[in-house]
């Protein structure tokens, strides 16, 4: 199968790729896939007092497809309020990298890691 | 060197140039018909089939009149299981086969079973092969038909075809064996190994796609139902115009394959012995199918926590395979990585590189550093790789599942 031009270039260049402190009051972490599906992604955040996501990075196992996913996402969540993060959607991901069909999942995956770090935040910020 | 590099030669090989020559002239020169009796373009036809039916059948040690020709080990194993099964049906309907035979064979017994046949698919041990005890227990009054392969094609591991010929034939049962990997790279003898009936395929071993055979033995004669009527070519058992060329072509890889074979293995065993040493001290990295009894080209290596279509992109100046669920239609990783106990994530981090006739060591060379640098690379960005050095028992996890 070949890879769209945008796949390649964030497989080889991935952004973003590393850790934040997951015990940081101001971080928010979310871990989805598993292993045995043959993709798990990690997002985290990092959310400023105004409520802005000013940091984010990701590790990613899985397909080319589903690590250009989730390398792109930091780069969209990054200078974006909560709400905005959590409305992007899978399909703006799949256009943006020319995901072929088998591929949707990587997308659907990425956009539940955005979802599943803001709930993490949120909750801290609760207690 | 020319880039990408070719490590899948057990998908396919290229026809070697020799073979290229001799089916040429079978196109252009000596197109006849060799089924026409009445003119020297038929006569000279069939004396080019004939000759490749005395080289594949010198290849294992048969006589030629037992070599079928069909269009590949497909209809080879078709015709072999179906056609054994419609023939003794009065028998008895069992057949026993193994979990991680080709589709060619499971979907066969698939279809069997539809048709009220009952089989039994045996769990192989974790090295890969099948246990002749286990085998034998399996074995019933009604079983008709025992079916392994020889040499598995995704994890290169060696079935020992004669221990069991010596089971079933006490048994009163037949054997086919799939041997599509194992022609020219294993010695075959049927003068001695009790088989009675044996797929081939000439396309991985240097001859042309779309040709193969089956070996169908004479004494004791083994009977078979045909599965293609017209003409009643092949003694009624593969009707259809012989492909000349395509038979010329199998006959000369087979030729090759017999006066090379000894020498070929040493030189492959040692540039694959090459790429597995230098990959050896890589963590968390495991051999898939038994170390040691394995056809010398194959090398089938999980790297844990990297998943198997992401190092292949990493990979792409070589041409391997991966048993990862991505780079199959059916989004289930290797059903004979599953079968041989390995678990999702390690079915989905495999590669397989198989070398072959023109692997040369300057490719072996290239590959070593491109591949330990990618799978640091990939590691890095794995989360699993993370966890796993943080200590972190990843069965401990509750995962989400989609
Ligand atoms: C073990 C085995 N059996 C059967 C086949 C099918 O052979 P063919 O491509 O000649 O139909 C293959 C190759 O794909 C194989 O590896």
Redesign the interface.
Known sequence: MAYSEKVLDHYEKPRNVGNLDKDDQSVGTGMVGAPACGDVMRLQIKVGDNGVIEDAKFKTYGCGSAIASSSLLTEWVKGKTLEEASAIKNTEIAEELALPPVKIHCSVLAESAVKSAIEDYNKKQKV | MNLPIYFDYSATTPVDPRVAEQMIQYLTQYFGNPASRSHQFGWDSEKAVEKARENVAALINANPKEIVWTSGATESNNLAIKGAAHFYQKKGKHIITSMTEHKAVLDTCRQLEREGFDITYLNPQSNGLIDLKELEAAVRDDTILVSIMHVNNEIGVITDIAAIGEMTRSHKVLFHVDAAQSAGKVPIDLATMKVDLMSFSAHKIYGPKGIGALYVRRKPRVRLEAQIHGGGHERGMRSGTLATHQIVGMGEAFRIAKEEMTTENQRIGKLRDKLLNALQDIEEMYINGDEKQRIAGNLNISFN???G??LM??LKDLAVSSG???TS?S?E?SYVLKAIGR???LA?SSLRFTLGRFTTEEEVDYAIPLIRSNIEKLR???????MFKEGID?NSIQ????
């Open positions: 926590f990297i998943e279509e992401s992109m990493a990862s669920a991505c239609a989004l990783p678990n999702d994530e989905h890095d960005l794995s989360p699993l790789w993370e990843l995962w989400d599942s989609h």
